[in-house]
């Protein structure tokens, strides 16, 4: 099933849901987690709940999914990482998608965390190619990618607008070994 999540020791990955709504809010209102997203910072639990909405229809289609992040035994909402898409029907690609709190910033959660997610697409789903495409200037990302073995393929000039202007958008990519 799409909606379950890999197994990351120190880590509860679950799939979003209404409940998670006040965590994401909080995740989601703060302007340096959402600085190279397509969103505006939160203001209101209602907004959370749209992206909660979002992610469960992804997943009730079998198109992507959303996974919400925790320490292990802590309750506290610290990320969200998941597929935003995932193509079967003409190609064999995910598109993966993360964001962590800012406290969380420099941790190693998504070091941890990534290859189980990079092998639950390639190894359980039979994806042959993985991408993620990183918003220029977001350094952090781009340097976590590469690590995780992202190779860059290119710069789409203006592929994003929101915000109130247009955004560059780098293309990471990762094939099956």
Do not use: H
Request: net charge negative; hydrophobic share 45%.
């Amino acid at each position: 099933m799409i909606a379950d999540p890999p197994r990351v020791d120190g880590f509860e990955l679950r799939a979003l849901c209404e409940a998670d709504g006040p965590g994401l809010l909080d995740l989601f209102s703060d302007p340096e987690v959402c600085a190279f997203m397509d969103i505006d910072p939160l203001v209101v639990e209602a907004e959370a709940l749209d992206i909660i909405d979002w992610a469960e229809a992804l997943a009730a289609q079998g198109l992507g999914v959303r996974w919400g992040v925790r320490r292990a035994g802590d309750p506290r909402l610290i990320g969200t990482v998941g597929f935003n898409r995932i193509e079967r029907d003409r190609g064999r690609w995910g598109e993966i998608a993360y964001d962590l709190a800012r406290d969380q910033w420099g941790r190693g959660v998504m070091s941890a965390i990534l290859p189980a997610v990079i092998s639950r697409g390639f190894e359980d789903w039979g994806l042959l190619r993985l991408e993620a495409m990183v918003t220029t200037g977001n350094q952090r990302s781009c340097v976590l990618l590469e690590r995780m073995g992202f190779r860059l393929e290119g710069v789409l000039a203006r592929r994003g607008w929101w915000k109130d202007r247009a955004w560059d958008q780098m293309v990471f990519a990762r094939l099956a070994d």
